[in-house]
């Protein structure tokens, strides 16, 4: 039996832990657990210690793989806690839309949005959206994401929906980046049932959930409340349903007008609540007092060219704790990077480097459920790690429209080295 290697990367210049207990609000969101000339030790896909300086010599032995981390960031592997993966098609016939200032609700009413992917979507088959999305959660690796959240949501249809999460699963088990799914049958009223919505949302309550967990397709059920896609009591309906059939819950809210939907989130005491653009302070309140995570995509409203960002400021010092996530979709935010997402929430929620830090890694892991095992570099932990070709973690930020990665390992596997995957 040959002996056991291990993973020691060590002469960290700047090793970013992030940890600590649950979630980060307030304050604590600027502990990034910065170790300065650190090391880390993975042993059997776990990280086994953390430390500064010499301390890996006590761990090593000459059959271990030893990583010079000199020059180098170390971050728990990203997590990005909102997309929308799986789906066929584009829509980048929308930019002269969007350019010539028409809004995101008006192109949905006209047949467009997010109602044009669900055509195309109907029309693959499993096979063709995996092979999709398989692309994209390969460009996000090689971005520094090792865990994502992925909705479904572009069905509109029991059958598609099912498909949809099918793919995930397939996706899950058959390359390296974690997929936690959620069922978001109520993103948009299809175009069949325009003129009976109630018909729709029985379809969603009683058939779509139960079916979706009969075959545990999915641990999260979602909702879009915004004007004009589904209104307070309807998510209310919808989202209690969800409860009832054992799903975790959370809701797309406030992300063009306010519409209370921090607030319910709040009343709901819903996992996380989600785009927040326009939440009011009352909302932000609820949410702040239910522990309720916001989960900001601030390259979302750049896209939309909304001309206002979620007020990250705000929810902080209320004591709502903040995630950050790309909502990665062909229509508002085709991009796979949560690096760009970093500076994004730097310039436009005017976030500080260690918040964005926290809000990518430790607390994107709670508003997913996986805090126990990711998101932060704490022995114990699985080894999800992304070494980043910078010097400190505001030159991550700073240093922006580059692929910054150097090596991503993932449950101790180098999954990713010299930018490019293995």
Known sequence: MGIAMKTIIRNIDCLVTCRGEGVKKGSD???AGIINDGYVVIDAGRIAAVGEGEGYREHLKPSDLVIDGAGKTVTPGLIDGHTHLVYAGSREFELPLKLAKVGYIDILKAGGGILSSVRDTRAASREE????????????????TTTVESKSGYGLDLETEMKMLRANRLLNDSQPVDIVSTFMGAHAVPQ????DREGYIRLIVEEMLPKVREENLAEFADCFCEHGVFDIEETRRILTAARAQGFKIKLHADEVVSTGGAELAGEMKAVSAEH???????????????????ILLPTTSFYLMLEKFADARKM??????VALATDCNPGTS???????VMTYACFGLRMMPEEIINAVTLNAACSIGREKEIGSIEAGKKADLVIFDAKNLNYLIYH???NAVDTVIKDGNIVVKGGLKC
């Open 129 to 144: 959206l995996v092979l999709q999305a398989r692309k994209r959660l390969d460009l996000m690796l090689t971005h520094g």
């Open 192 to 195: 069949e049932y325009k003129e």
């Open 276 to 294: 927040l653009v326009a939440a009011s302070q009352e909302g932000m309140k609820a949410m702040a007092d239910n522990n309720v995570i916001a």
């Open 29 to 31: 969101m600027m502990d």
């Open 400 to 402: 922006f429209g580059v």
């Open 334 to 340: 085709p991009t796979e990077s949560l690096q760009i």
């Open 316 to 321: 902080i010092e209320l004591g709502v704790p």
